[in-house]
């Protein structure tokens, strides 16, 4: 009895190894879609097949059950090719097998840097990036708003003109390859230009009077320690700077004067500086005021970079003459 139950368990597996050999056909209509680093392909499903195996030129394979894989950490504008085959439920891998071939696309230009930068326009370089046949540029300004601007590329110089002053600029660059556009690069910067531009204003017969503003320093300016003073129309109740130190000594808020010193490295290297100021704090009287009518104009600043070390005073006590002539001035 026990015999005659394992020949008959032989039998049965005999005709299964025949059943392997039977192939599944290869998987039609394989697509692929890469990015710099990574490629999605995509095939059709093969009837019976109850599993996919995929293999990227020969150095890695996947097996998966969806008729979708992804392979990541390739390298950047570069030729990689697939097989896919489809296997039944016992893993035997057909013979027929579906291939592709693709290139990778760019990876994001490197060292992209403003070079210069006027009033009006800016320069723009980076790395060479081999296998770009052109750049597509992006230049936006007031979040992803594009604005007039020219811009004229040529390999690895871009210059933009047309540009407004004290302006920010987003700037994204992106390496075009014959497998089409690669990854974008971004850099925020600004135009060059000094003075004063109102951000924000609070305005009214109730509430707040007053605003926010940010002082733009020329963008190249003498070492050393520097002073800038900002003249506003009214007298101010409230004042606060960012990026800067307020000179208390020399300043008058009464007045609308204030003196701001640049000493130390970190704000020297701030070309802009923040601040928010009140007329008026809260709504309580609601009296009207002349001042509610303040308009960008009247708020102005001067700087010293040191040449003109007279033009702005360190204290009220050090030179009373000049903080006279501002009073009067007023
Ligand atoms: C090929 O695959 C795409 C999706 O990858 C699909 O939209 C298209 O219908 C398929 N074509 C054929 C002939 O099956
Ligand atoms: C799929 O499997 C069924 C049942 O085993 C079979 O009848 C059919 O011929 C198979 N189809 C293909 C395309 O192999
Ligand atoms: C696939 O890629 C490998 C590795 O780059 C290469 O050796 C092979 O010749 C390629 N096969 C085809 C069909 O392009
Ligand atoms: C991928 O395919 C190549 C060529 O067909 C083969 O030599 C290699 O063993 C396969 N790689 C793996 C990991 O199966
Ligand atoms: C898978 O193998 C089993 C036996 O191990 C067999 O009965 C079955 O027919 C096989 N299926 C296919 C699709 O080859
Ligand atoms: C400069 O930009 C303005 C909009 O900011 C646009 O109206 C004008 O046509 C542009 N000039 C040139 C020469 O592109
Ligand atoms: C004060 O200002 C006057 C007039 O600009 C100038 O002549 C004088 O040198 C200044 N004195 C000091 C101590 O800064």
């Given at each position: 009895?026990?015999?005659?139950?394992?020949?008959?368990?032989?039998?049965?597996?005999?005709?299964?190894?025949?059943?392997?050999?039977?192939?599944?056909?290869?998987?039609?209509?394989?697509?692929?879609?890469?990015?710099?680093?990574?490629?999605?392909?995509?095939?059709?499903?093969?009837?019976?097949?109850?599993?996919?195996?995929?293999?990227?030129?020969?150095?890695?394979?996947?097996?998966?059950?969806?008729?979708?894989?992804?392979?990541?950490?390739?390298?950047?504008?570069?030729?990689?090719?697939?097989?896919?085959?489809?296997?039944?439920?016992?893993?035997?891998?057909?013979?027929?097998?579906?291939?592709?071939?693709?290139?990778?696309?760019?990876?994001?230009?490197?060292?992209?840097?403003?070079?210069?930068?006027?009033?009006?326009?800016?320069?723009?370089?980076?790395?060479?990036?081999?296998?770009?046949?052109?750049?597509?540029?992006?230049?936006?300004?007031?979040?992803?708003?594009?604005?007039?601007?020219?811009?004229?590329?040529?390999?690895?110089?871009?210059?933009?003109?047309?540009?407004?002053?004290?302006?920010?600029?987003?700037?994204?660059?992106?390496?075009?390859?014959?497998?089409?556009?690669?990854d974008i690069a971004t850099i925020r910067g600004r135009t060059d230009g000094s003075g004063v531009t109102?951000?924000?204003?609070?305005?009214?017969?109730?509430?707040?009077?007053?605003?926010?503003?940010?002082?733009?320093?020329?963008?190249?300016?003498?070492?050393?320690?520097?002073?800038?003073?900002?003249?506003?129309?009214?007298p101010i109740v409230h004042i606060n700077f960012w990026n800067a130190d307020l000179n208390q000594d020399?300043?008058?808020?009464?007045?609308?004067?204030?003196?701001?010193?640049?000493?130390?490295?970190?704000?020297?290297?701030?070309?802009?500086?923040?601040?928010?100021?009140?007329?008026?704090?809260?709504?309580?009287?609601?009296?009207?005021?002349?001042?509610?009518?303040?308009?960008?104009?009247?708020?102005?600043?001067?700087?010293?970079?040191?040449?003109?070390?007279?033009?702005?005073?360190?204290?009220?006590?050090?030179?009373?003459?000049?903080?006279?002539?501002?009073?009067?001035?007023?």
């Open positions: 009895m026990n015999l005659n139950a394992n020949l008959v368990f032989l039998v049965i597996c005999s005709t299964s190894v025949a059943q392997e050999f039977v192939d599944l056909p290869a998987p039609k209509n394989v697509s692929y879609m890469v990015t710099s680093n990574a490629v999605t392909l995509t095939w059709n499903a093969v009837e019976n097949a109850t599993s996919y195996i995929i293999n990227l030129s020969g150095t890695q394979t996947k097996a998966t059950e969806n008729t979708r894989v992804v392979f990541g950490g390739l390298d950047a504008n570069s030729k990689y090719n697939a097989t896919v085959a489809a296997a039944d439920i016992n893993g035997t891998s057909s013979t027929q097998t579906s291939s592709v071939t693709f290139t990778t696309l760019l990876s994001q230009v490197k060292n992209l840097k403003i070079t210069d930068a006027t009033a009006s326009s800016m320069e723009l370089t980076w790395d060479e990036s081999p296998g770009a046949i052109s750049h597509k540029v992006m230049v936006s300004s007031d979040g992803d708003q594009m604005t007039g601007a020219d811009v004229f590329v040529e390999d690895n110089v871009m210059f933009i003109s047309n540009l407004t002053s004290m302006t920010f600029y987003k700037i994204n660059v992106v390496p075009v390859s014959s497998a089409g556009d690669g109102l951000v924000a204003r609070w305005s009214g017969v109730m509430g707040p009077i007053g605003g926010e503003a940010q002082i733009y320093r020329p963008l190249t300016i003498p070492a050393g320690p520097f002073r800038m003073r900002v003249l506003l129309p009214c020399a300043s008058r808020a009464e007045q609308g004067m204030f003196v701001i010193e640049q000493t130390e490295l970190w704000q020297r290297n701030k070309p802009e500086v923040g601040m928010t100021f009140y007329f008026r704090e809260n709504a309580e009287n609601g009296e009207r005021t002349a001042c509610e009518f303040f308009d960008d104009d009247s708020i102005t600043v001067d700087f010293d970079f040191g040449q003109n070390a007279d033009l702005i005073p360190r204290s009220l006590s050090q030179n009373t003459s000049l903080l006279l002539f501002f009073l009067n001035g007023y």
